[in-house]
C-alpha cells in the first residue's frame, strides 16, 4: 500500500498560521488530484480545499481567503497554508491523492487552534 507522509499539524493561537505537508511517490504525485480533508469528533468530515491538473484549485467557504492549497513538484509535496486561524478550525486534517476510484489517504495531523 502506498503512504503518504504527512505533517505540520499543532497547537496555535487564533490568528496564527500552520502549513501543512503531504508528500506522495512522484508517479502519483504528477497525476492524482489532492483534497483536504478535515474531520471533528462528532461531526461530518469536511473537504476544506482541492488541486487538480495544473492550476485549479476550489476551497470551502469557510476557509476561502484565509487557507491557500499549492504543491511543489521538485519536492512531491503538496501544502496547505492555513492563515488567520480561528477556534473553528480545531480538527484533524487529511489530505487524499485520488484519480478515478483509485485514492491513498494521510495518516491524519491535528491542528489545535486555542488560547
Known amino acids: 500500500q502506498v503512504r503518504l507522509v504527512e505533517s505540520g499539524g499543532g497547537l496555535v493561537q487564533p490568528g496564527g498560521s500552520l502549513r501543512l505537508s503531504c508528500a506522495a511517490p512522484?508517479?502519483?504525485?504528477?497525476?492524482?488530484?489532492v483534497d483536504w480533508y478535515r474531520q471533528v469528533p462528532g461531526k461530518q468530515r469536511e473537504l476544506v480545499a482541492s488541486?487538480?491538473?495544473?492550476?485549479?484549485?476550489n476551497y470551502a467557504d469557510s476557509v476561502k481567503g484565509r487557507f491557500t492549497i499549492s504543491r511543489d513538484n521538485a519536492k512531491n509535496t503538496v501544502y496547505l497554508q492555513m492563515n488567520n486561524l480561528k477556534p473553528e478550525d480545531t480538527a484533524v486534517y487529511y489530505c487524499?491523492?485520488?484519480?478515478?476510484?483509485?485514492?491513498?489517504w494521510g495518516q491524519g495531523t491535528q491542528v489545535t487552534v486555542s488560547s
Open positions: 487524499r491523492y485520488w484519480l478515478a476510484s483509485i485514492d491513498y
Open positions: 512522484r508517479s502519483i504525485f504528477m497525476f492524482y488530484a
Open positions: 488541486i487538480t491538473g495544473g492550476t485549479s484549485t
